[in-house]
């Protein structure tokens, strides 16, 4: 398996592909019902699919499938990161789009002056910005809230 591994998530694993992306795996979700045609698309673009439905094992697919079974968030994100070997790399984390996937890219503070709010402007000197939905990210408590949840959830000694 690649070293940068790509997956496609069927909708009702959105939550879990968001997680994904916050962890740096390129990831998407794929909007309509789960089946041939999202086979198609992973074939395509090379990606591992992952699914809830069942009978997915069952189609003629020659990429890689995985039937997720936990409910719950963080037994699903344990279960890819250990199905997958996949790490977590703090240095990959938060460099992708957790809207629509993209690769973020570094800015300037003077280019999201207006933009964000006056207290992140004066306490944080970091930004990234998708180049295709224009969201802007910066380092908050949410990147600390993130870190304590894997540790808690799933460890970071993967």
Avoid at 60 to 65: A, D, E, I, V
Wanted: net charge positive; aromatic share 8%; hydrophobic share 40%.
């Amino acid at each position: 398996m690649s070293d940068n591994p790509r997956f496609i998530a069927d909708a009702t694993l959105a939550k879990l592909a968001k997680w994904l992306r916050l962890l740096g795996y390129d990831t998407i979700v794929y909007p309509g019902k789960a089946g041939r045609p999202m086979l198609r698309v992973a074939d395509v673009e090379k990606r591992i699919v992952l699914t809830r439905r069942h009978d997915m094992q069952e189609r003629q697919f020659s990429g890689l499938l995985y039937l997720v079974a936990g409910k719950d968030i963080a037994v699903q994100l344990s279960e890819v990161l250990g199905r997958f070997s996949l790490s977590i790399n703090q240095r990959e984390m938060f460099s992708i789009c957790l809207k629509c996937n993209e690769k973020l890219i570094g800015v300037a503070r003077e280019e999201v002056r207006d933009l964000v709010p006056p207290y992140v402007l004066e306490n944080c000197n970091t930004y990234t910005k998708c180049p295709s939905c224009q969201s802007i990210y910066w380092a908050g408590t949410h990147q600390r809230n993130v870190l304590q949840s894997l540790k808690k959830y799933i460890g970071t000694n993967k």
